[in-house]
């Protein structure tokens, strides 16, 4: 089956990858001119690893990233934590996002990925999809994927009038720097006052990501840093997070991300015959639970498992976007439940509750 993959971000090239072991002709078109190394560090949970040893780089993904453990903190610095769950409710890994795309384009094979290539719209016949392009013929392929993220070509050729919407005053800020001298378990997740969060963690060997965000983050004013350091604020009390302050303060303004978080509307649908969406693109939510990559390489997996069975593409689409509905029906209302936890108790209550469901109910690889 020759499949087209719009999109050479994580989910993009996990999909190639796990589209490959079964014996698809695959090719990725990026719109950017590069492999896109934009990002700091990611979590992935135990049931990402699990996709990923399927692919065989599990243990090369292990290799770079670092072992982290989600405590939460008040903004003065007393440690939460929930009862009752065991430590894989808690541990996860960070890995820095531009390693991975990386070692995942080298999976793929560079040479099954086109980049600087705009992806415009598609052409859906009872044969064949044609993939249009701003820059050339169309592609022919029996398969077209979306995995092109929150701004997602083909899902506004798939449902038109579906663009991703901002959560009014959401805001996040981060950047990778070099490890100093700051707490070696790092502060990942400190709960603050006015709707904060932030912290920083190790995100591989010598590497540390510190980050910041809002929900309620009212007028921005001032540079990047400016407006870092001042939310940082609200998760610092008596000079117990210096350490995060002092960070920002030492970031290149050129180097932190700053980022107004974008949703994806429910959908009326995911797929057509020979069209399916995957990741954000079908599914962008708020990265406050921080399992949008974890959750997109469940959706290749289930994708991969569900074409594996050998029935027409169009039933095969039709499972994998029931199944992956009704997990995020509960997604949306975990993440909800902690946006709107009162307090860094009721965080790591619903953190943890969200984190036991999500690891126990995944599928297996």
Known sequence: MR???????????????????????????EHAPRVRAAGAGIALWPNALRELDTLGVGDDVRSISET????????AGHPMRAAG????????????????????????????IRLGTHVTGFT??????????????????????????????????LEPGSAAVAQAGNFAWRAVL???????DGTFVTIGH??????????APGQTMWWVGQFDAGELVGSKRDRALLRAGNVAESGWHDELLEMIA???????????IMLVPELRRWTTDRVALIG????GLSPHIAAGGTLGMEDAGVLRAELAKGCATATALGRYESIRRSRFEEVRQHSAAIEHADGAAESAERYAAFTHWMINTAPSA
Do not use: K
């Open 3 to 29: 499949t087209v993959i719009v999109g050479a971000g994580l989910v993009g090239l996990t999909t190639a990858a796990s589209l490959r072991l079964i014996g698809h002709e695959v090719i990725v078109l």
């Open 68 to 75: 982290v453990e989600a405590r939460f903190l008040d903004a």
């Open 85 to 112: 769950y065991d430590s894989a409710a808690h541990q996860f890994l960070m890995v820095p996002r531009p390693d991975l795309n990386n070692l995942l384009a080298d999976t793929v094979g560079r040479d099954r």
């Open 124 to 157: 859906e016949h009872d044969t064949h999809v044609e993939v249009h392009l701003a820059d050339g013929a169309p592609l022919r392929a029996d398969l077209l994927i979306g995995a092109d993220g929150v701004y997602s070509d083909v899902r506004t050729a």
């Open 178 to 184: 070099p490890s100093g001298d700051e707490r070696p």
């Open 194 to 203: 006015a709707r904060t969060r932030g912290g920083y963690t190790r995100v």
């Open 250 to 260: 030492a970031t290149p303004e050129q180097s932190i991300l700053e980022n107004q």
């Open 280 to 283: 954000d693109a079908a599914h």
